[in-house]
């Protein structure tokens, strides 16, 4: 029997309203709210847990394209529609699971993982989500929809990600950065792939509303994480911790959060493995935001009675520099049922956080940092103990910001008190000067 799987637009709020996944629509037509990708689980239900991972396992990363992708592998519950011809993949996921063996023991943790999702094509996790959507866009184009090029607004990875994929398919892509607000190399990630780059005097939240309005017309596709497609993509990150830790669930998954796609979209990635009876329990999720920009902090603070979007401060995690999150309902909902945690961190604190843990082998970014100051307040706290297991995920590749390391290690950043600063050691080419240098600075 083949099954025939079916997802289609939904209103988060239960509109009765459903639209086809190769509909141009990013919002309920009868409320205004985010839609968000449902799919058929009586069809998906009727094969057992045990045929899934197995089905799961034998695909991951192997040659049989787009399968191997991690993302692909699991197409039935992420896109079913797809025309396998029209996927546009760089071999997603499949990412390391790092043991964080050492920076644990300094917390005193036994379980602590780093889930390496910056280890991707463009560097940052946003390739999982974006696969899904460019892929949709090539089949509505395919299918003669008046596409003429996709936009996004973006602290720097998803236009990085955007560039990319719509290059791989070669479509028209545009992005809309803040100018000085991202890394030199996201800069030039859509530059070096030819994608028109647009530099604007405003912050994210304020190209998020000018892409809006360019994208009202519908013949330019919204690539923005409000466009559901990306969550589906970004969920498998859940898959894959299920798949890697054979089946085991961690009982803590920290995320930084900036425009709060990926918070919801991990809850989503859980959620259905839980309904599918495939996974027994949830994770409590945690949500780390930088202080400079937590505006769902300050909401998680009063029990999540009430939201106000801020004005995001300049921060070193300039990805999360958010103040008016899109997926703010999906979010707070999202955290609510996994007895969430909202967390947040200092410059300072997220600096050093991620000066120690880059002494214990890791490379990591400023966001990831966030999460890491989180979860050592959380062990702090008594929260999160020693006998848990505990994923940070980390967002994006250390390497896409040398500049913040090398500030950092220079003692150079604002707002920070470097603790672990290194310097290179210069010195004539002298051999008995070389020698005398290392033992003094081994302490022999
Ligand atoms: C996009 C991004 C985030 C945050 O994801 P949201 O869905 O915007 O909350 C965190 N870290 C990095 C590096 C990112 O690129
Ligand atoms: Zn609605």
């Not at 050492?102 to 991707?120: E, I, N, P, S």
């Not at 090539?138 to 936009?151: D, F, L, S």
């Not at 994208?215 to 466009?227: E, F, K, R, T, V």
């Not at 520099?321 to 969430?340: C, M, T, Y």
């Amino acid at each position: 029997m083949t099954l025939e799987f079916k997802a289609w637009f939904q209103c988060i709020n239960g509109c009765s309203g459903r639209y086809p996944l190769n509909e141009i629509i990013y919002r309920c037509p009868d409320c205004g709210e985010l839609l968000e990708v449902v799919h058929d689980m009586d069809v998906l239900r009727q094969r057992s847990a045990d045929e899934w991972r197995d089905l799961f396992d034998q695909r991951y990363r192997r040659h049989d394209w787009p399968y191997g992708s991690s993302v692909w592998g699991k197409k039935e519950l992420v896109c079913p529609m797809l025309d396998n011809a029209n996927i546009v993949s760089t071999y997603e996921g499949g990412t390391n699971l790092f043991w964080a063996d050492r920076l644990g023991k300094q917390l005193g943790l036994k379980d602590l993982w780093v889930k390496q999702c910056g280890m991707a094509h463009t560097g940052s996790f946003k390739d999982l989500g974006m696969t899904v959507l460019v892929s949709m866009v090539k089949q509505m184009r395919a299918e003669g929809k008046n596409i003429r090029a996709v936009a996004c607004a973006s602290t720097g990875d998803t236009s990085a990600a955007l560039a990319a994929y719509c290059a791989v398919a070669d479509i028209p892509a545009i992005v809309f950065l803040p100018k000085n607000k991202v890394s030199l190399t996201q800069l030039i990630q859509p530059i070096t792939h030819g994608v028109l780059t647009l530099s604007l005097d405003t912050d994210f939240d304020g190209c998020m509303k000018m892409v809006q309005e360019v994208c009202s017309q519908n013949d330019i596709y919204l690539a923005n994480s409000m466009n559901s497609l990306r969550i589906e993509g970004q969920k498998t990150i859940s898959f894959e911790l299920y798949q890697q830790f054979d089946g085991e669930i961690p009982d803590f998954v920290i995320v930084p959060g900036g425009n709060l796609g990926n918070v919801s979209a991990i809850a989503k990635g859980f959620k259905m493995l839980y309904d599918l009876e495939i996974i027994k329990k949830l994770p409590r999720l945690v949500c780390a935001q930088a202080q400079n920009a937590n505006p769902l902090f300050r909401s998680f603070q009063k029990g999540f009675k009430s939201f106000k979007s801020i004005r995001a401060k300049k921060t070193l995690a300039s990805a999360i520099q958010i103040g008016s999150p899109v997926s703010i309902k999906k979010a707070i909902r999202a955290l609510q049922e996994f007895d969430g945690i909202v967390g947040e961190a200092s410059e300072n604190e997220l600096a050093n956080a991620v000066g120690r843990a880059n002494k214990t082998g890791l490379l990591c970014c400023p966001h990831t940092g966030v999460a890491l100051a989180v979860l050592e307040k959380l062990v702090a706290g008594g929260v999160i103990q020693p006998k848990h297991k505990v994923v940070v995920i980390s967002t994006a590749n250390g390497l896409k910001f040398t500049d913040f390391l090398a500030k950092y290690h220079a003692g150079k950043l604002k707002d920070v008190q470097a603790e672990c600063v290194f310097q290179p050691v210069e010195l004539p080419a002298d051999s008995q000067k070389v020698r005398a240098t290392i033992l003094e600075k081994l302490g022999v």
